[in-house]
C-alpha cells in the first residue's frame, strides 16, 4: 500500500489532491497536514513513502521542513509544489533535497507521473522539463 502525506495549509488543495491520488491509487493510505510543524511531526512517527509539499505554509516554510525531513529520513522523497513559476524556484528546491517541483496550476495533471518518476529515484519538475528540455521522461 501506497503511503502519501500531503502538507498544504489549504484544506481545499489538501482535498483536492487526496482524490486525484485515491483514483489513481485507491488503496492508497494518504494523510494530510497543515503545516510544516506537522509535517516535520509526522515523518517522525509515521512511515510515509512520498511528500506533497507546499513550498510556503505558515510559520516555517516548506523548504525549512524539506532541510529538516532529509535529516530524519533521506529516502522519502519529498515533491515540492507552489504557485511561484518554476524558473524561479525549482532548481532551488531541487538543490534543498527535493526530488520534485509542481506548480499549483498544473499540478492536476502532473502529480500522478510526478510521483511514478520519483518512486524510480529521478528528479523531476514541471512544467519547464517537459516543456523544453524532455529530462523528466515524459
Known amino acids: 500500500m501506497l503511503k502519501i502525506l500531503i502538507a498544504d495549509d489549504h484544506a481545499i488543495v489538501r482535498r483536492g489532491l487526496k482524490q486525484i491520488l485515491l483514483e489513481e491509487y485507491p488503496s492508497a493510505r494518504v494523510g494530510e497536514v497543515a503545516d510544516a510543524e506537522s509535517l516535520v511531526t509526522e515523518v517522525v512517527t509515521n512511515d510515509w513513502e512520498i511528500i506533497i509539499c507546499d513550498m510556503n505554509m ?9 532541510s529538516q525531513i532529509k535529516q530524519i529520513a533521506p529516502h522519502i522523497p519529498v515533491l515540492i509544489m507552489s504557485m511561484y513559476p518554476e524558473d524561479q524556484y525549482a532548481l532551488r528546491v531541487l538543490k534543498a ?31 519547464c522539463c517537459c516543456r523544453k528540455t524532455r529530462r523528466c521522461g515524459a
Not at 505558515?58 to 524539506?66: E, N, T
Not at 517541483?101 to 514541471?126: D, M, N, P, R, S
Open 58 to 66: 505558515p510559520g516555517r516554510s516548506g523548504l525549512d521542513a524539506l
Open 97 to 127: 533535497g527535493a526530488s520534485g517541483y509542481l506548480g499549483k496550476e498544473t499540478i492536476h495533471e502532473h502529480i500522478i507521473k510526478a510521483i511514478q518518476t520519483v518512486q524510480l529515484g529521478k528528479k523531476i519538475y514541471y512544467p
